[in-house]
């Protein structure tokens, strides 16, 4: 398979895998209504950086490995479940405030804290070793040069921050927003409340 063919079935496999509901789009849709555009692209950035984990330990063959071994995806799982866990309950203890204290919050949301929020919730899915299992076996052989599983992996990093980043400008519309902020902190509570639910659901799944 040649670098352009590579490309094209990545980016039509990932893209769908991107814009599927998970802990990622919650996350996003989560910091973007409650601290504003930034935010939500800080947290995009944060994802997109969280795939060159999973990119990097399967351009060394580890993919395999940590998918296949029970325990290796028990401490993930374990790890990735209570982040999230965390994360939901941050949003569900979510009160209403004024908007001038809405606007200070916002302001004083640290950029670092944000990128953090999305690399931690992408680099701890559970999921992410299986899926790329998946993937790499698809567009890898034995003599595929480097130089294009650096772009393979840059590449779908790009994908992954371009789709979110639509998310952030779709729900920072005013139109869009103005809406959802009449709705304040219950849109918080409802967003916490899918993180828990998801953070639950990895915890009780079965390792296979």
Known sequence: ????????????????????????????SQQTLSNGKKSGFMVSIGIALG??????????????V????ITALWVIKIIGGCYLLYLGIQGIRAKPIN?????????KHSSLKAVSKGFLCNALNP????????????VLSPNLPTLHLFIYGIWMMVLQLLWFSTVVLLLSRP????????????????????MILMGLKILTSKVN
């Open 127 to 138: 999921k992410a070793p299986i899926y790329f299992v998946a993937l790499f076996t698809v």
């Open 175 to 194: 139109s869009v927003n103005d809406k959802f902020q009449r709705l304040g902190h219950w849109i918080d509570r409802i967003l916490g409340s899918a």
């Open 99 to 107: 908007k001038l204290a809405e606007q200070q919050k916002a302001i």
């Open 1 to 28: 398979m040649d670098l352009l063919q590579g490309l094209l079935l990545i980016t039509s496999i990932h893209l769908l895998a991107a814009a599927s509901p998970g802990p990622d789009f919650v996350l996003v």
């Open 51 to 64: 795939l060159s984990v999973h990119i990097l330990y399967s351009a060394l063959g580890l993919a395999a």
């Open 66 to 69: 940590i998918a296949n071994s």
